[in-house]
């Protein structure tokens, strides 16, 4: 259903209403129990991911790209603007050429997780939308089950998390936990060997830990905390080994996104 919008007041784009102010966004997000994927790569992720579009907003030279995907479903409304009105709409250039609004679903829960996974992430209290969103697509390229947030974590389906994933976060599993205390020995009663990535004095090298794996292979949880703070103390006590990558030239740590594709390629489980 292809329709003419001509002007950024229009009622039916208040979805799309200023994107970059993030804390307006989460609270409109989760009233409406929506999402935004930007470009159209992640717009073809998400919908084949089996997530419904409530609408698109698209210029008219970005239609071919999504052509296939708005014929599938005639009913949903393609709002035709131009490029000057979908910046003044969204509050940035809308430079990978399309957006998209679809209904939030929880798909997983963190007991489904637990039960059927044999390698999962567990971040606590990441907030910045873009380290969610590369820890995930890690995560699923290098062949993790899943993710575990904790309460405070950022969104992963908010649209920069979303982005930054290039979609990954439409098909990893993942969930967020109701329990923050309880996480650690929930993941033990699953049988989960949970490691902590920290700079803890008695953190045992990657490498050696993922020879220890590859001795005696079993369920693995990574545990991965706030670059400032790093993981708490209570997460860290509860672990069953804490885990540093060995560094040089006077460098402590990385940044979470790319600790977290290190470790997840090292301790993945491996076919030989």
């Not at 000057?84 to 939030?104: D, M, N």
């Not at 670059?227 to 560094?247: C, F, N, Y």
């Amino acid at each position: 259903m292809l329709i003419e919008i001509e002007t950024a007041d229009d009622s039916r784009l208040a979805d799309y209403v200023r994107l970059r102010e993030s804390s307006l966004r989460r609270s409109l997000e989760a009233a409406e129990g929506l999402f935004i994927a930007e470009g159209a790569k992640v717009i073809r992720r998400a919908v084949e991911a089996g997530y419904r579009p409530r609408s698109y907003l698209l210029a008219r030279r970005w239609l071919p790209e999504l052509d296939d995907l708005v014929a599938s479903q005639p009913e949903v409304p393609v709002y035709l603007v131009s490029e000057e009105l979908a910046e003044q709409v969204t509050g940035f250039h809308v430079h990978r050429g399309a957006l998209a609004s679809l209904y939030r679903e929880q798909r997983h829960s963190v007991a489904g997780l637990v039960a059927n996974s044999n390698r999962l992430v567990v971040t606590e209290d990441i907030v910045d939308h873009a380290n969610v969103g590369a820890i995930a697509r890690s995560a699923a390229g290098l062949g993790w089950d899943g993710l575990l947030l904790s309460p405070r974590c950022a969104d992963p389906l908010y649209r920069r998390a979303v982005k930054v994933s290039m979609g990954s976060v439409l098909s990893l599993p993942w969930a967020r936990l109701d329990d923050w205390a309880g996480a650690i020995p929930a993941l033990h009663q699953g049988g989960f060997t949970v490691a902590a990535l920290t700079l803890r004095p008695d953190s045992v090298a990657l490498d050696d830990f993922a020879h220890q794996l590859r001795a005696a292979p079993r369920k693995l949880a990574i545990l991965l905390g706030t670059e400032g703070h790093g993981l708490s103390s209570k997460w860290t006590s509860q672990a069953d080994v804490a885990v540093r990558i060995p560094m040089r030239a006077g460098i402590d740590s990385l940044n979470v996104a790319a600790a977290a594709a290190v470790a997840c390629y090292a301790l993945g489980e491996r076919v030989d």
